[in-house]
């Protein structure tokens, strides 16, 4: 069920079984839980990753789940910065393949005039037929 905010089975089962018995260990969640201490050790790290897992102060050295309304909406949070990041990226790579593009199209030796394209050599015209193609497969979605 939170697959999307980056719980596989196994660490949602975890979160799920901390608040059951939080005083409770490894052991114990492998017994309620019905999973191998691999299993258990992997989700734990996890949660600790996403911040869905504190240490407790009542018990040094054990862990405390964080409710979940504060934890899932940091996961959430953090999903959303980590979107708006790549698409500043994406917004930024596109800049620079307009710019890219402009600069090669003024370093062509190939000109259009009255209405004619003239293209200077098999790269040339190799390239425009790619262009031409390209075109048509866009404009026939």
């Known amino acids: 069920m939170l697959q999307s905010l980056g719980l596989g089975p196994d660490v949602e ?3 799920r079984g ?12 492998c017994a309620s839980l019905g999973l191998t201490e691999t299993q258990v050790r992997s989700g734990l790290d996890r949660l600790v ?18 409710s979940p309304d504060l934890g899932l909406e940091l996961v959430l949070r ?6 708006a990041r790549r698409q ?8 620079a393949a307009v710019r890219v593009v402009s600069e090669f199209a003024d370093l062509r030796p190939n000109t259009e005039v009255d209405g004619a394209e ?10 425009r037929l ?11 979605r």
């Open 88 to 95: 500043a990226e994406l917004a930024r790579s596109k800049a």
């Open 49 to 66: 990753d996403l911040d869905l897992l504190r240490p407790s102060r009542d018990s040094p050295g054990a862990l405390r789940a964080v």
């Open 130 to 140: 790619e262009e031409l193609a390209h075109g048509l497969a866009r404009s026939s």
């Open 18 to 29: 901390m608040p059951a018995d939080p005083s409770g260990g490894v052991a114990e969640l």
């Open 13 to 15: 089962a975890v979160y």
């Open 118 to 127: 003239r293209l200077v050599g098999m790269d040339a015209i190799q390239s």
């Open 78 to 83: 953090r999903q959303e910065e980590d979107l």
